[in-house]
């Protein structure tokens, strides 16, 4: 299911592309690149996440005859149009792959096309890589910070529309176990799971009657919820007298759940009454507003939770909510491109760009990426971007090149990832950035420098504008 | 293009369904009240919206073979995968008109229908009503602090993927002049605009070869992005340049853009500039990280900005980015239902209610809406739903029954409305909201109150559940 067609785009992309075309500049090659300025969350480290998507979608991205109907009411030449029948996108990309480890003021995406193919992608493009790599990077989060727990994706009443469609499957690369999403779960192939609500026990007036009959008919994976009336006078001793029923008949019921009050104090309870009832392998959900930072004073006092469902605050990525990435012209029609700001820190970074990961001799991450360009050999220092007087020699230090060929002449040049091998990629990834980068407070500050090279072009080139 | 299957949903709901269908209580009669506890970003009302994409969608609810094979693989049984074939909503929707004035703790839409059909669409309703809501009072509050100034939508690339889709259409109902999102335009009927990119005039390196290229082709609704290498000494004079050119074939600029630095200075420099050149007539568009405060400041400092164009912070809705409406049942099989909560604002209310807007003698709204049953007549006075010793009586009121007919047995009960409609619907009612609720900071706290009878209603259940 593909939510995305060539008119899922901001209208000025298509008013730059008549005038590309009827100019005669469309063809002309460019380079663009995808980065983004900061972190989410105030946090040392993002995910990158939603790139098959992106693959997918770009093959099938065409304007239909129902789309060129609309354009025709809004002003849009009819040459042009005629164009658009029969437009593809034929262009390269260059990315870091789906689940890497990504940090601000990079490039972690790079397309080289015709200046109007790569531009009729952009809206699209940031659309899915800025939400996925939002949710992907809260939910690593708290995979770090649950551990071994079990973390479910219970936010789809809450997300933005069907944009918790794909939270689903950004949260399962970050690090989640499943989700309750079945759409989601059917088409990306995510473990499913749920519990059940208030309004089924509501609906029964008596717990006990409802716990029975769900277990009779959802025995696998039987999750009874017991906060609806008394959660430790009558839920829990409920749940006791069921998961003894089921014991009977062979069965197992995996767990309880909580959904309000405290949840440690709550939890420490229930633990010590199912304890005392010899059902200690009967594990404890607990859900309610989580995040990270609740799931961390949970862990720290230690209460016996075994499974977090976690809504709203994971599928919308709150409190920042979106990745603010850009989408930024590098290169055109043989000449490198710059964008002046009085900002310094958004000045942009011309020419076609590699980015590499650097390491020590143990192949261990030493907290610093440089970018140099793509038309350089190696180069022994990096500097700051921004400021003078910082560099750093790379002597000695290994190099991985991030930006690899995903897709080359329209056509991808790696086959599709299942999502598990994405999330296993996370996994490993995210074992390599160093703890001081995980933190919540204050993470250690990753290093991302570039070549002198490309330090002077971007001086040159805006020395040239400023004398203009 | 409806993006909804009727596994658009949390595994639960079908987990529950099961159950009721198995033990045969999925056809009794139940009643759903949706609602939310609290306004977003801190205001005194919220804009109700999403409801003609919900009842478009429960047309269309069904499940499809695929559905079905896949539910087979999580273990569903396949007498209730039988039944789950014809599946149809046949229930009824009695709902406050979209476009509305709401507010928390009173039912904004109330299901009749049988349980299971009442469950299985829960989280798709909720998943809608709660995001679209949510933008159109974000939007709401821009339109008021921004008058009669232009408000466009450029929010796609920071959307939550295909959430923007929607975020578009609330945000016209709230009270937004049109959007760049160009899907949204072509399905919903909204009015799309647009500017041009700093990667066009990049292209270019010559800005005003680029302004000279963009005007010849596309000269309506021209606007001019003025900030890619300097604002005051080359943007504003080589768009100045353009917009005496157009003079001359007859054509006027409709716009400059500006999208940095501070906009109140470069707007006042800029119209400056303008003026003294004779082109009173072009308009002044800004952008750059707008929302609601940055707009009151902008017009206090009487920023000459014409048009404001809002991306993150409107389609997000932040800073809250999610509207925690929830979906309880209050009526099954014949008898009321109640949820106990430690947190009484959280103890659910019973029985099928309407919900009355209460209005003087002139027909201008007094700041309180009272819930009553559905089943009692008239009633003189209203109660703090949760604290004693605070009544009012409603003695010479008008009432405006808020809760309509919407779908009956399955059909719409009304025409469908065109957004314009719906639009022109919210300005109106928004218009009838007394001032001191539509403040920023601290607004006044609208009263919603509850019958006499609901309140003996309510307390007599938790005393019976207490007493269990």
Known sequence: MSLYTATYTDLYQLSMAQVYFKKDRHSQQAVFDYY?????????????????????????????????DYLKTQNFDASFLEYLKDFRFRGSIFSVLEGDVVFPNQPILRVEASLIEAQLIETFLLNMLNFQSLIATKACRMRYIAKDRTLLDFGLRRAHGPGGYYASRAAFIGGFNGTSNVLAGKNFGLPISGTMAHSFIQSYGDELQAFRDFAEHRPKNCVLLVDTYNTLKSGVPNAITVAKEMEVRGQRLLAIRLDSGDLAYFAKQSRKLLDEAGLDYVQIAASNQLDEYVIKSLQEQQAPIDIYGVGTNLVIGKPDAALGGVYKLAFYDGKPRIKISENIAKITMPHAKQVYRLKNDKGEWVGSDAIGLTSEGSFEVMEHPFEV????????????????????????????????????YREKRFAQLPT?????????????????????????????????
């Open 36 to 68: 983004f300025r900061k972190n989410p969350f105030n946090g040392g480290y993002t995910i990158f996440a939603g790139l098959e998507n992106v693959l997918d979608s770009l093959k099938e991205f065409r304007f239909t005859e129902e789309d060129l």
């Open 389 to 424: 007087y910082k560099s750093m020699r790379l002597t000695g230090l290994q190099r991985e090149a991030l930006l690899q060929p995903v897709m080359e002449k329209g056509e991808r040049s790696f086959a599709t990832k299942t999502l598990q091998e994405i999330a296993d």
């Open 436 to 468: 001081e980068y995980k933190r919540f407070n204050n993470p250690h500050h990753y290093k991302v420098g570039i070549s002198e090279q490309l330090k002077e072009e971007r001086d040159r080139l805006i020395k040239l504008h400023k004398s203009l």
